[in-house]
């Protein structure tokens, strides 16, 4: 994308494309350059209370549009998403830093989302029994809610705004997205796909704002579901206030996962996989391996393998070709990651790789650096990294392996690299995480099954995606009918 030196309407509210009523522009710079890609304008509450008063006006006919002509819109969608998918890709690592290839493959796991959820007119269904009582029948029937609002973090800027939209609006709700004002151009970008598949005004609608347009969602009578995926505190808050107001809320937070390595592990897939883990995405996914458990004798191995392989990975521009990892979102966060690295080593900790300085570093580049030594108690340990930071522990047993990770207060995603059934089953059956992974990274849902996560890492009953999305999404109606037969007889 050229610069842009005008201000974009990043607001679509109601079928048109609304320059923000603040007039607050938003500098969007691209990580791995520093150069301005493009600015915005900034929301605020007149915004965000203009989308809910479209979505509430546009909810009564979406609602009564049966739900096989609702998914026409999903398909067109769909067909719009894959043409325009490298427009997407390149937008998203403009904005966010992340490789090319790592951006057009969130997008493909977005785009599983908008299929499942062609699926509505079968998965909405409810069910019903005849003759509960003599000459009486129940039916469950499931009905959209109304406005429902997604508020989704600077990550993954296309993939995780589908989590929720194609599920809200094909049983039936309006929507709107909030996405992260780190990141507003990928879903700008969808937003116009949307408008061209035709889909009615203010079905979907878009507010480009931070934490005063969250808060007027919030605390709007006329939204009845908030749907939020970022950083533990904001979801603690959300989730608070969101129910304090009578929403229904769910909300993925944080996480620090662990993989543990077990010694009868085959250890060059183990160390290419917790590689790809711990630096996809410059470390800055809610899946990324932080620290690695390295089980009885196998540390020094696994220590010796996952270096080699880091020490190869090319960091750099996402754009050009070659790279494998771009750079973590801004400056802040650079500065933040490398304190955290500094603490750990005040306390002892070792440097196996160290990737604190890059050559010719002009944007907010820290490669792969992987640590050893650092004590359970040190923030390194104890809080999320977000960026392209591995630490390896060792432990003398998958017990103790296990009590290490119980420790943590999150709970979103663990994996163990083992041969041995029996150690996968312990695994599996004992530790405290919502997706779990079995000789797997990265243990990401398909969009047919939950995303799970666990303790600080979810808050919440249903979870995004798949069948938890429709029960999210709907309410149900329960109908005890009886129809005596002699008044059939009048007719
Ligand atoms: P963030 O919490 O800073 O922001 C997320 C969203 O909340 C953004 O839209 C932002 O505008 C809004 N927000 C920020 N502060 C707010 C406040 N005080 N009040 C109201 N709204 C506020 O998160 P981020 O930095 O964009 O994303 C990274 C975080 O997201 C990490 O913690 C990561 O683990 C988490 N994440 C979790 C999952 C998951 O599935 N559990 C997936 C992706 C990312």
Same mark, same amino acid.
């Given at each position: 994308? @050229? ?12 079928? *048109? ?24 304008? #900034? ?13 509430? *006006? ?25 043409? =325009? *998918? ?22 493909? =796991? ?41 508020? @989704? ?13 194609? $599920? ?55 939204? =009845? ?11 603690? $808050?959300? $989730? ?7 929403? =229904? +809320?769910?909300?993925?937070?944080? *996480? ?22 711990? %630096? ?10 932080? +620290? ?64 604190? &300085? ?27 990294? %977000? ?17 290490? #990770?119980?420790?943590?207060? %999150? ?5 163990? %690299? ?54 999210? $999404?709907?309410?149900? &109606?329960? +109908? ?12």
């Amino acid at each position: 994308m @050229t610069p842009q030196t005008a201000t974009l309407d990043a607001n679509y509210i109601g079928g *048109a494309w609304q320059t923000s009523k603040t007039s607050t522009p938003l500098d969007i710079i691209n990580p791995a350059t520093g150069e301005l890609v493009a600015q915005v304008g #900034l929301a605020g509450p007149a915004d965000a209370d203009a989308a809910v008063a479209a979505a509430l *006006a546009a909810y009564p006919a979406w609602r009564r549009t049966p739900p096989q002509n609702r998914i026409q819109y999903l398909f067109r969608f769909r067909e719009l998403l894959l043409a =325009r *998918a490298k427009d997407i890709a390149r937008l998203t690592t403009q904005e966010n830093g992340k490789t090319f290839a790592e951006a057009y493959a969130e997008l493909q =796991r977005g785009i599983e989302n908008v299929e499942v959820a062609c699926g509505i007119p079968t998965l909405m269904q409810g069910y019903n029994l005849e003759d509960v009582s003599s000459g009486i029948d129940e039916i469950m029937i499931r009905q959209p809610l109304g406005v429902t609002v997604a508020i @989704t973090p600077f990550n993954f800027p296309s993939m995780i705004p589908l989590w929720f939209l194609p $599920y809200a609006i094909a049983t039936g709700n309006t929507f709107i997205l909030k996405p992260s004002e780190r990141v507003p151009l990928t879903a700008r970008l969808i937003f116009e796909l949307l408008h061209e598949s035709g889909l009615p005004a203010g079905v979907c609608n878009l507010v480009v704002g931070g934490k005063p347009v969250v808060d007027t969602f919030l605390h709007h009578p006329d939204v =009845r579901a908030i749907s939020f995926v970022g950083s533990t505190p904001v979801a603690k $808050y959300i $989730y608070a206030e969101g129910s304090l107001h009578g929403k =229904r +809320v769910q909300c993925q937070g944080g *996480a620090k996962n662990y993989v543990v390595v077990m010694p009868d592990a085959d250890l060059e897939m183990t160390a290419k996989i917790v590689n790809d883990s711990a %630096f996809g995405c410059a470390g800055q996914r809610c899946l990324a391996v932080s +620290v690695a458990v390295a089980v009885g004798d196998v540390a020094k191995k696994f220590k010796e393998a996952v270096v080699d392989m880091a020490s190869n990975i090319r960091t750099g521009n996402g754009l050009e070709e070659g790279v494998q990892m771009g750079p973590v979102i801004t400056a802040d966060s650079k500065s933040r990651i490398l304190n955290l690295v500094d603490k750990g080593l005040q306390d002892g900790g070792k440097v196996l790789l160290d990737g604190r &300085k890059v050559a010719g570093d002009v944007g907010n580049f820290i490669a792969p650096t992987i640590l050893s030594g650092i004590a359970a108690s040190n923030p390194l340990t104890s809080t999320e990294i %977000f960026g392209p930071v591995l630490t390896v522990n060792e432990s003398n047993t998958l017990d103790d392996a296990i009590e290490l #990770l119980s420790r943590s207060s %999150f709970g979103n995603s663990a994996a163990i %690299f083992t041969s041995s059934g029996a150690a996968a089953r312990k695994f599996r059956y004992e530790v405290q995480a919502g997706n779990i992974g079995v000789n797997i990274g990265v243990a990401a849902p398909m969009a047919y099954f939950p995303f799970s996560g666990w303790r600080d890492s979810f808050m919440g009953v249903l979870h995004g995606q798949g069948k938890d999305a429709i029960e999210f $999404y709907t309410d149900k &109606k329960v +109908v005890i009918e009886r129809w005596p037969k002699e008044w059939s007889r009048k007719f």
